[in-house]
């Protein structure tokens, strides 16, 4: 079964600085997706990344960056200078990979508070 | 671009009563999906439509909710009856074929909070 585990329920950081959010996931699928999204106090959901099983490659986009380690069915995101604007529930998905069925298995969320 | 567009953005209902939420998808995107978020349960998928066929409804709670998708750009949810434990958000999301798509995701609405008393 899919199982997407996001182990820190809740960080505090100081503005400026970094911070890591932990994901681990669990699938049998050779091939599948995996994503991280923003949840801000307003509510929406902001689609951050998405990124393909069989691109390991690092990916970096202003102060967020991804590294995907399929040794370790890991995917972190790292939030680099960290902003009050941050502050949000991060979650982290998973989907298979049988054609786009758009079955996305969340984490539970990390809770960011990020404090002037 | 216009993003998905959902309605109502609040609804207080009282229970028994019907409720039906609205979804225009990103126009081009050939892919809906509804999900829920409670805090208890968290994110699930209720239903989502290939196309406006469903695909998948797997995750629809019970006989109460149904769902469809008329044409391209619009769906509907509805629960009939509503009752107190279907009080939650619940996001319409669109998206394009990944294969087409190689870096997109699946783009959510900015959700219906739903409260039945």
């Known amino acids: 079964a899919q199982k997407v585990t996001q182990a820190q329920t809740e960080i505090s950081v100081v503005e400026k600085e970094d911070v890591t959010l932990d994901c681990v996931y669990e699938t049998r699928d050779t091939t599948y997706y995996l994503f991280w999204y923003k949840q801000p106090p307003s509510g929406e959901l902001v689609f951050l990344i998405r990124?393909?099983?069989?691109?390991?490659q690092n990916e970096i986009s202003g102060r967020y960056s991804w590294n995907f380690q399929k040794s370790t069915s890991s995917f972190n995101f790292t939030i680099t200078a960290s902003q009050v604007v941050d502050s949000a529930v991060y979650f982290c998905?998973?989907?298979?990979?049988?054609?786009?069925?758009?079955?996305?298995?969340f984490g539970q969320g990390t809770t960011l508070q990020v404090k002037p | 671009d216009a993003g998905v567009i959902q309605s109502p953005r609040h609804e207080v209902t009282e229970m028994g009563q019907e409720v039906t939420l609205r979804c225009k998808p990103i126009s081009g995107h050939d892919y809906l999906f509804w999900y829920r978020q409670t805090m208890m349960r968290g994110l699930e998928l209720l239903i989502y439509f290939n196309n406006n066929v469903p695909i998948d409804d797997s995750g629809m709670p019970e006989d109460r909710f149904s769902a469809k998708m008329p044409n391209a750009s619009f769906s509907t949810l509805k629960i009939q009856p509503s009752e107190p434990r279907d009080s939650a958000v619940y996001f319409c999301?669109?998206?394009?074929?990944?294969?087409?798509?190689?870096?997109?995701?699946?783009?959510f609405g900015e959700g219906s909070w739903l409260t039945v008393v």
């Open positions: 990124r393909n099983s069989f691109d390991e």
């Open positions: 998905a998973l989907s298979e990979s049988s054609g786009n069925t758009g079955k996305l298995i």
């Open positions: 999301a669109s998206s394009l074929q990944w294969l087409m798509d190689p870096t997109g995701g699946i783009y």
